[in-house]
Structure formats: C-alpha cells, structure tokens
C-alpha cells in the first residue's frame, strides 16, 4: 500500500468480505439443509444454521440413493462413475497430447502443418453447439451408455496440445542435441528428459482437467440411459428438475454437496498447481 | 517458433499423432461436417426420409421472430453476465490487491466456486430463490417483492444471470489480481506522491494498464455467456419459463432434441459456430497483441 488511509484499508477489508460472503452462501444453505430432516426443509424459513441429521442424509443418499421412486441408484456408484470419468479424460487427454506436442515440436515431416492447424480448430469449437451431430456419432459407433463414450469424445480438444507445445518449445535445443550425440533414440529422450521435465506442467494440467472432466454436464446427460452410468452432476440437476409433490431438500442438497465436494476440495489443496493450470491452459 | 533440432524418423511422427488426430476426426470433424451437411437437409424425425434443400432452413430461421427473440436474449445475457461478473470481480481483485495482509487468503476464499458445476451452481441458486421455501425468496417476501421465478419470465433471466456470474466470478478475480500484482509498485508510487489519489490512480493507471486483462476477460466471458451457462440453465429453467431464458445454445438443444428439428438445429450450430469462429480470432488477434505490449 502507498499511503497510509486507515478508513479506505477498513473499507477494502469489508469489500472483499462482501464478496467473500456472496460466494459462501449458496453452499452454505446447501450445507445447512442437507443437515436437517426432510419435514423442515419443507417449511419457510428453511433454517440458517445446521441441524443433526448430517449422518443419516448422507448415508441414506450415498448407500440408497435419492428416492425409490426415481430409480434408487445409490450415489456412491454415480461418484465412483464421476471419478472414472474425470480420471479418465484427464489421463486421456494429457496422455494423447502430450505425444501429438512431441510429433509436431520435434519432427520434420511432411503435412505436419495440416495436422497442427487440423488439431488446432477444435480449440474453437466446443461440444455443446454440435451436440447433435456428435450424439449421432456416438450412438452409431455404439457407444451410448459406456465409459468409453463418456469419456472419449470429451478428449477431443487442442488445449492440452497447444500447452505442451508451448512447454517443448521452451526447452533448451541443447538437450536434444545432446541425447542425438549420444545416439538416444527420439523415445529415449521423450522419456529420459522431456517427461521428466514436464512433471509440473502435466500436474497442473492434470488438476484443470479433472475439474473439466468431473463437471461435465450435456454430455453424460445425452449419452446415458442407465442409472449404472449416470454421474454425478447430471445426476443432481435431473433430481432438481423432477417435478415432485413432497421434495427432499435434504436428500437433494446432501447430493449437491457431494458433487461439489471433490472438485472444491482439489482447487483448495492444490491452489498453486490449479492456478498455474489456469493461466497456462489460457495462454 | 521451430526447434533447430530434431529427430528424423519417417513413421514415429504419424504414430505419435494418430491417437489424436483420430478421435479429433471422429468426434469433431465427422460430427461438425454433418451439422454442416444437416443444416442443408430437411429430415423426417422418424425415417431416414431427408431432402436436400439448400439454404431452406436458414430462411426458415431468419424469418422466424422466435430465433430473433432469441438471439436478443443471447445478446443481454450475455452483456449482463460479462457485465457484472467483470464489475464485481474487478472491484474484489483491486480490494483483495489493497490490502497486502491478506489478499491471499482472501484468494483462496473465493476462487475455489471455479470447481462447482456450473449444473450445480444453477441448484444451489434455485433452492435459493425457491417460491415455496427459498431464504432469499423468503426474505424478498418480506420486504414485498414477490419472487417467483418459475413463472416471472424477467426475474428467471436476473437468477440465471446471478447464478452464471457467481460461478464465472473466480476465473475474473483470479485474472484481474493477477493482472494488478504485475503492476509495477513503482509507478502508483511515484503517482502517489505527485499527489494523485487512490481514485485517481486507479483511472490514470491501474485501469489502462489493466485492460489488457480485461479485454482477455470479455472475450473469455462472452464465450461462457454464450456456451459455458449452458447448464446453469437446464438446472434452473430449462429456457422457460415461456421462452424468457432460452438462450441460443439451448434453443439448440431444445430444437434438436426436444423439437426434433433436426435442419433447424443443425441451421443454428452452424451459424453459432462461425460467431465463435470469430469469436476467437479477436481472442487470437488480441492475445499477439498482448505479447508486444
């Protein structure tokens, strides 16, 4: 600070408490109703403060599900299905891009501008606006209702691609060069050098996709039919959107509570690599 | 940029490459060639019976006031969605970036929605502002504005956009207070001691120097009002009620897979895709732009 204007530092403060509020109460409600029984969560005013059924919400939603009606999936298997899924395209998409960056930044061949620049327009493009077409796709390679067909398809983007390229281009030349003196294939070098080198990057990466992946909304919700492959966010807004004549509240936040939950707790224990992720996938 | 060095090698390249370029084929380019190719199609929804009918669905489509509607309803939203989350993340970025003590803790406060779905974020705003038993509709009764958004057309749009920026709001904060530590200090010093205050810094130096930054930001926050809200929207209103949240790209679904229009929905991809198309390109042209600031 410039100056010294105790007025205008206490105003600050109360600012970004402002803000700091605005973004905790929605969660905290969530939080809240999900402690209480369903009888209180149907009268206004819902409670402000948490009640004693946090056990039994979330033992009843996680081992029965939301509600024998709908189909009673027990949630544990719609987060272990999010948990496939997140990991999935996270490793997917590190995995395939990270050898697409090494082909493109270390080799001389022919086309190789056509495949960065046919890689590069997917960057443009994301799957909500061609959600039809890429429905038809699936469905006619016979993937609806699979892992693979939650998964793969969201693989397809250059983001991952263009961060290792930038990353690649960066390493020094010399090291190339000295892993060709020495007679190291390109494998070799990819492996010995480049991957360990790459750790952080592949980190930080690693924690932005599996936000990406786990927060995947349209998609599963297209493809799956089965509650056996329903994941959890798409699970939460079907269950809001039933229309129902004695709603559970409680149940139904004590859900939305657990699909926050694993993103929010990765972007907090792992501030720094979440934000290098951030700035560097937005380059 | 090129590498002087490389590996010669005539197979490996394309090896490498295949896993990508193949699931980029099959899942972007054979899905975004039929909206192509559907857009100029009108197809039965039961048969397979599809005509060739050059540009009809477009035709369709600027004739009707519906999509015209909605394309009004993209442009609001989506100036009030960047309009808000870019005021008020600018506002906490600058308190968060005042207050040295603290700043990153405050930071950890309130990045972390980034990681709730948007889907999600739209349910915990609906429970909000239930009609029957939402606090905040509760309290707004209590003052004597009754809230119901299941059937106010205008006040779904305002809990829509609210849900929207409170979700977008700590990728903004994050840019911005990243975009104020890299002020030089040396600069508002010698500002404040020609005498220019707080207010006058901020306009005569901050915010100029900031609006590489924000420019970055609007771009990023109109694609999301454009795109990324989608789920925001399903959660909460489903485009409803009436028509008075169905921005485009849920007309997109809606006309898809709800109406069954397949040409008229495949008509709307293609036209969205080549806003985004330019879109990025003022993203692309900015961001070279930046490098040289």
Known sequence: MVENRPFFTFLSHFIVLVGVLIVFFPVWMTFVASTHDQATMLRAPVPLLPGTHLIENYRTVLLEGYGQRFGSNPMLHTLINSMIMALGVAIGKIAISIIAAFAIVYFRFPARMFFFWAIFVTLMLPVEIRIVPTYGVVASLGMLDSYAGLIIPVIASATATFLFRQFFLSVPDELAEAARVDGASPMRFFWDILLPMSRTSIAALFVIQFIYGWNQYLWPLLITTKESYYTMVMTVSRQANVVDSVPSWNLLMAMAMLAMLPPVLVVVFMQRLFVRGLVETEK | ?293
Do not use: C
């Open chain 2, 1 to 293: 940029m090129e590498k002087r060095v490389t590996f010669d090698n005539r197979l490996l390249p394309y090896l490498l490459l295949a896993p990508q370029i193949v699931v980029t084929l099959v899942f972007f380019f054979w899905p975004t060639a039929q909206a192509i190719w559907q857009s100029v199609l009108i197809e039965d929804a039961f048969g397979g019976n599809s005509r060739f009918v050059w540009f009809e669905n477009f035709e369709r489509l600027f004739n009707d006031p519906g999509y015209y509607a909605s394309v009004r309803l993209t442009v609001v939203f989506s100036f009030l969605v960047a309009g808000l989350g870019l005021a008020l993340s600018l506002l906490f970025a600058v308190m968060a970036d005042r207050v040295i003590r603290g700043a990153e803790t405050y930071k950890t406060f309130l990045i972390w929605p980034y990681a709730v779905a948007p889907a999600v974020a739209g349910v915990l705003w609906g429970f909000l502002f239930n009609p029957s038993i939402g606090i905040v509709a509760w309290m707004l009764q209590g003052v004597g504005i009754e809230f119901n958004y299941v059937i106010n057309g205008n006040q779904a749009l305002l809990l829509v956009v609210l849900a929207s920026v409170w979700t977008q709001l700590s990728y903004n904060f994050l840019f911005f207070l990243a975009g104020l530590q890299s002020i030089p200090r040396s600069l508002i010093e010698a500002a404040a001691i020609d005498g220019a205050g707080p207010g006058r810094r901020f306009w005569d130096i901050v915010f100029p120097l900031l609006s590489p930054t924000g420019f970055f930001l609007l771009v990023i926050n109109v694609i999301y009002a454009f795109i990324g809200t989608f789920g925001v929207i399903s959660s909460l209103t489903q485009g409803g009620p009436g028509r008075a949240t169905e921005i485009l790209v849920y007309k997109v679904y809606n006309d898809g897979f709800r109406g069954q229009d397949l040409g008229g929905s495949a008509a709307q991809s293609v036209l969205m895709m080549i806003v985004l198309v330019l879109l990025t390109f003022v993203q692309f042209r900015f961001i070279e732009r930046r490098v040289h600031y």
